[in-house]
């Protein structure tokens, strides 16, 4: 245990306060139910963004959709809208029942963002949006374009050679970089990535054969965004992507809900007050799962109930809204180290904006195990041949947790959901693995299978 104070306080006096916190330090998996949650139209009181704002992404997205049919042929099937498939996954859920000895009831399902075409994960939605958004607003100011052109207009050298005047930077543990990265360096941005010590060789080598500029750096995301920041306030032609207070990111990811509606209509799921959705996002930041979930509560409201997921050890999201000090503190202000196998989550103190945005709207956090996001990812490839990368495991364990823990249980009774329990569709949100290369997916497997003997 840590001696030092934190905000003053001792250690002792915060595990007083919050004593879950003790579970936490000590690196349990341990589930947090949020004591402010609140009916939807109190908790949106205070909250600056809406319904508007979200139908603005969407637009703007399918604004850019001919483009990125043009240059992403693999989105032209789908118009250049880039979505993701949600599939059932009984198999998966029969292995879950087996692995924690009950019956789990209701609706297993997989939201695959992490097959999201051009950069393979959650990040697609939030950083390609805000990418676009930033082209678009220099490109409506230079008058390149106009609000109601064919897009496709963008895909010339010309455009390509003025947005090489400008250029973009971003700090991130790897997929952020990546989705940043290529859709700046398709525009003709000059693009830099500050990347942590977290990210992925594979990562850093895909981004430098499409000539993005990738700066490494020993230390943690936080290191990496302070880094390109500063390279980017040094320079006005310079646009640094916030991944810590960014309402773009967060929009683009916000997108995501309208979608899932429709396609949840298309294979008969109702959500309503008799049939509840519940969805269990990994989380880093926050920017992305958090984005998700508000674009869904502003949808289904109240039959809506989100977790977010962490690794033990950077446990940033559920330690911020706990204390209520969000970006005040950091998991290593509590001893705790952020390191972990879950480079996607490898972040150590969460964004703020989004804890403080999410303060009632959230039902809680929930935190696991390196070694069982791996079992589980091993457990998810034989059961239903779906490769993940570990972060991307982080949501599936949230229907046990709910369903067979002590709190979990409590929070559908509080909730009067105990006679419903059987029409909950329970959505894991997957961020993130069809690019990893096969050589290390099959050591991420491999290393799965031999913590399940
Ligand atoms: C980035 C990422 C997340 C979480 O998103 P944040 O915005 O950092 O919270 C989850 N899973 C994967 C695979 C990611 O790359």
Redesign the pocket.
């Known amino acids: 245990m840590v001696n030092l104070k934190i905000l003053n306080k001792e250690i002792s006096t915060w595990i007083e306060e919050y004593p879950l916190l003790e579970e936490i330090i000590n690196l349990k998996e341990s589930l947090w139910i949020n004591p402010q949650y609140n009916k939807f139209e109190e908790s949106i009181k205070n909250i600056s963004l809406s319904d508007a704002d979200v139908l603005d992404a969407e637009n703007r997205l399918n604004r850019f959709a001919p483009y990125i049919a043009q240059v992403f042929p693999e989105t032209k099937s789908e118009n250049g809208i880039i979505e993701s498939p949600i599939v059932k996954i009984d198999n998966m859920k029969t292995k879950l029942e087996d692995r924690c000895g009950e019956k789990l009831i209701g609706n297993l399902l997989l939201k695959c963002d992490?097959h999201l075409k051009v950069s393979g994960?959650?990040?697609a939605r939030?950083g390609i949006y805000e990418v676009l958004k930033h082209a678009e607003d220099l490109a409506l100011q230079n008058n390149i374009i106009a609000l109601d052109d064919n897009y496709e207009k963008l895909h010339t050298d010309e455009v390509r050679s003025f947005f090489s005047n400008y250029s973009v930077v971003v700090g991130s543990?790897?997929?952020?970089g990546l989705s940043i990265g290529i859709m700046s360096a398709k525009l003709g941005f000059k693009v830099t990535v500050h990347m942590s010590d977290d990210a992925r060789q594979w990562k850093k080598d895909l981004l430098r054969s499409k000539g993005v500029e990738v700066i490494e750096y020993e230390s943690d995301y936080s290191k990496a965004v302070e880094e390109g920041r500063k390279q980017a306030d040094a320079d006005a032609n310079s646009y640094f992507v916030d991944?810590e207070n960014s309402k773009n990111?967060f929009l683009g990811?916000s997108v995501a809900a309208r979608r899932l509606e429709k396609q949840l209509k298309d294979i008969n799921i109702k959500v309503d007050s008799n049939n509840p959705l519940f969805v269990y996002?990994?989380?880093?930041?926050?920017?992305?799962?958090?984005?998700v979930a508000f674009g869904l509560k502003l949808l289904f409201k109240d039959n809506v109930h989100f977790f977010f997921a962490e690794p033990t050890h950077s446990p940033c999201?559920m330690i911020g809204c706990m204390t209520k000090e969000h970006d005040n503190v950091c998991v290593q202000d509590f001893g705790i180290d952020n390191v972990t196998a879950?480079?996607?989550?490898a972040?150590g103190r969460a964004?703020g904006f989004?804890g403080k945005t999410l303060e009632k709207l959230m039902s809680g956090c929930y935190s696991v195990t390196d070694e069982n996001m791996y079992r589980l990812l091993a457990t998810m490839a034989d059961s239903e041949n779906i490769f993940l990368?570990p972060?991307?495991l982080?949501g599936v364990c949230g229907i046990v947790n709910i369903l067979t823990s002590k709190e979990g249980k409590k929070y559908l009774r509080d909730n009067n959901l105990e006679d419903k329990v059987k029409n909950i569709n329970h959505i894991a949100w997957a961020?993130?693995?069809s690019m990893v290369p096969k050589n290390i997916m099959d050591e991420y497997y491999n290393k799965g299978v031999s913590l399940l003997k």
Do not use: F
């Open positions: 992490s994960s959650i990040k939030g543990t790897g997929n952020l991944d990111l990811y996002l990994p989380c880093g930041v926050g920017g992305g799962p958090g984005g999201m879950a480079d996607g989550l972040v964004s989004v990368e972060s991307a982080a961020t993130g693995g």
